[in-house]
T-cell receptor
């Protein structure tokens, strides 16, 4: 079945460690996104990519990094510079950017990161 | 800049009762509108979307929403809820001028037996 796979589902990290969250899609979508979800704050955009080898910062990019070497993959690294990394992270993809009629987002099941 | 307001953070309701989840956005110029649902510890999935045409949009699981341009609203409704509708619901607006999708802060629907 086509969809988005995020791994791991749960992750624990010590302060000062970097961690990489995986996101793979087989929907043949050009655009991919990373969101952070905290209780009562909705979804906040971290990074997005509309094409391979190109990505842009979202609203809360500080302390995060991404790469887009393949169309199917958009991993997110949470670095030690991120002050408050404990959160639920969601990866999404869309056929076109959100401004178009095919901009509907398809989401993975999320990765919950806890910093100890 | 475009913004989305979901007026109720939580909505408790009894099973088989009707429900309305409210969503307002800041500008009706060149937007597409969406409602997404999130079940516990899962990602979001699309309930319904308004692109153009009829202002009443029907979605999955018996939900519908009405686009009201003059009031810049896109409220979600269901005439009779089930226990399984317990989830968090997000309204989202895509700004066609900026290519950005803006999410509201979510409404937690809790259905009681």
């Amino acid at each position: 079945d086509g969809g988005i796979t995020q791994s791991p589902k749960y992750l624990f990290r010590k302060e000062g460690q970097n961690v990489t969250l995986s996101c793979e899609q087989n929907l043949n979508h050009d655009a991919m996104y990373w969101y952070r979800q905290d209780p009562g704050q909705g979804l906040r955009l971290i990074y997005y990519s509309q094409i391979v080898n190109d990505f842009q910062k979202g609203d809360i990019a500080e302390g995060y990094s991404v790469s887009r070497e393949k169309k199917e993959s958009f991993p997110l690294t949470v670095t030690s510079a991120q002050k408050n990394p404990t959160a639920f992270y969601l990866c999404a993809s869309s056929m076109t950017p959100p401004g178009g009629p095919d901009g509907e987002l398809f989401f993975g099941e999320g990765s919950r990161l806890t910093v100890l | 800049a475009q913004s989305v307001t979901q007026l109720d953070s939580q909505v408790p309701v009894f099973e088989e009762a009707p429900v309305e989840l409210r969503c307002n956005y800041s500008s009706s110029v060149s937007v597409y509108l969406f409602w997404y649902v999130q079940y516990p510890n899962q990602g979001l999935q699309l309930l319904l979307k308004y692109l153009s045409g009829s202002t009443l949009v029907k979605g999955i699981n018996g939900f519908e929403a009405e686009f009201n341009k003059s009031q810049t609203s896109f409220h979600l409704r269901k005439p009779s809820v089930h226990i399984s509708d317990t989830a968090e619901y997000f309204c989202a607006v895509s700004d066609r001028n900026t290519d950005k999708l803006i999410f509201g802060t979510g409404t937690r629907l809790q259905v009681f037996p």
